[in-house]
C-alpha cells in the first residue's frame, strides 16, 4: 500500500524542539520531493519546509528559517523535520506529502500524496 506516515509529534515547551519523522510505504521516497505542511486551528493548510529528490533544502515559510530542517534517511526511506526553538504559533497538525516529481513547489496542488498527520501543541 502507498502510503506516507508522521510520527514524533507531542507536546513541548516555547524553545524546545521536536523531530518529526515521515515514513513512505509503497514507493521509494527518494525518488521524489517531499514536503512538510501544517494547519493550525482556523487556519489554511501552509507549507514549511520541501526536499527535492536531489536532497536540496527549500522553505515554503518565512518562520522555519533558521530554526526548522529537512533530512532525509534513503536507508529508511524517511524524511525528518528538525524543529527548534519552537512558538506557541508553530502548534499546528504537521503533515508530510509527496511531490509529483523531483522539485519542490510552494504551490501545494503538486503533492498528491499526504500522510495523517501529526499533533504538534507549543505550550507552557
Known amino acids: 500500500q502507498v502510503q506516507l506516515v508522521e510520527s514524533g509529534g507531542g507536546l513541548v515547551r516555547p524553545g524546545g524542539s521536536l523531530r518529526l519523522s515521515c515514513t513512505a510505504a509503497g514507493f521509494t521516497s527518494s525518488y521524489y520531493a517531499i514536503g512538510w505542511f501544517r494547519e493550525a486551528p482556523g487556519k489554511g493548510r501552509e507549507g514549511v519546509l520541501c526536499?527535492?529528490?536531489?536532497?536540496?533544502?527549500?522553505y515554503l515559510h518565512w518562520s522555519a528559517k533558521g530554526r526548522f530542517t529537512i533530512s532525509r534517511d534513503s536507508a529508511k526511506n524517511t524524511v525528518y523535520l528538525q524543529m527548534d526553538d519552537l512558538k506557541p504559533e508553530d502548534t499546528a497538525v504537521y503533515y508530510c506529502?509527496?511531490?509529483?516529481?523531483?522539485?519542490?513547489?510552494?504551490?501545494?496542488?503538486?503533492?498528491?500524496?499526504w500522510g495523517q498527520g501529526t499533533q504538534v501543541t507549543v505550550a507552557s
Open positions: 506529502a509527496r511531490a509529483a516529481g523531483i522539485e519542490c513547489s510552494s504551490d501545494s496542488a503538486i503533492f498528491g500524496l
Open positions: 526536499l527535492t529528490a536531489s536532497n536540496y533544502q527549500t
